[in-house]
């Protein structure tokens, strides 16, 4: 069965003060892992495929990276607009995707 | 449309009714997903159509939860004698092809009270 472990479950950062989250999974074939953001009171929205162990993608202050068991969302001097809850999710055989509980971002001005 | 819409965006309801929850998602898009989230947790997989025909409903529960998408476009969940263990966030989202990212709409909030 495919689980995904995010850690940690709740970050606290001020302004500029860069650190990165993690997901630890375990898949029968990995077919993509995928980071959402999830703003209170709405639905997740996409950040970021990735398919094979050393792929890196980047959107603004976002980097994700990935080896053969985890990723890591790297945010580089984050502002208080970048909080949020932070999900990733594993597709393997078939087209559902299986989520974290997610970390929940604060950065504090 | 622009987006995935959901209605209703708050849904009350008491113990032992039917609900239906509705889920226009981008127009084109193919395949569409319902997933359920409940408070701290991730998104729970539910059910994926790809054009009218459900491909995937292995997540649904039992069989109070059905599904359909009679035209490829519009789907609507509909939830049988509910209980009070059904209170979620149903989240429904749609992705032109299948494989890449979806797009999640802002789903809808069940309280079975």
């Known amino acids: 069965e495919d689980q995904v472990t995010q850690s940690p479950e709740a970050l606290r950062l001020q302004e500029g003060e860069s650190s990165s989250l993690n997901c630890s999974y375990t898949?029968?074939?990995?077919?993509?892992l995928f980071w959402y953001r999830q703003d209170p009171g709405k639905g997740p929205e996409f950040l970021f495929t990735l398919y094979s162990a050393g792929e890196e993608k980047e959107k603004e202050r976002l980097k994700a990276t990935l080896t053969k068991k985890e990723s890591f969302l790297h945010i580089t001097a984050p502002k208080p607009e970048d909080s949020a809850t932070y999900l990733c999710?594993?597709?393997?055989?078939?087209?559902?995707?299986?989520f974290g509980k997610g970390t929940k971002l604060t950065v504090n001005p | 449309g622009a987006g995935v819409s959901q209605t209703p965006s708050n849904k009350v309801t008491e113990k032992g009714k039917y609900v239906e929850l509705r889920c226009d998602p981008i127009?084109?898009?193919?395949?569409l997903y319902w997933y359920r989230q409940s408070l701290g947790q991730g998104p729970e997989f539910l059910i994926y159509?790809?054009?009218?025909?459900?491909?995937?409903d292995s997540g649904l529960p039992n069989d109070r939860f059905f599904a359909v998408r009679p035209e490829g476009s519009v789907s609507t969940l509909k939830i049988q004698r509910t209980e009070r263990g059904d209170s979620a966030v149903y989240l429904c989202?749609?992705?032109?092809?299948?494989?890449?990212?979806?797009?999640f709409g802002s789903g809808t909030r069940l309280t079975v009270v």
């Open positions: 127009s084109g898009h193919t395949a």
């Open positions: 989202a749609s992705s032109l092809t299948r494989g890449e990212g979806y797009t």
């Open positions: 999710a594993v597709r393997s055989g078939s087209e559902k995707l299986v």
């Open positions: 898949v029968s074939g990995l077919r993509g």
């Open positions: 159509f790809q054009g009218t025909g459900a491909a995937d």
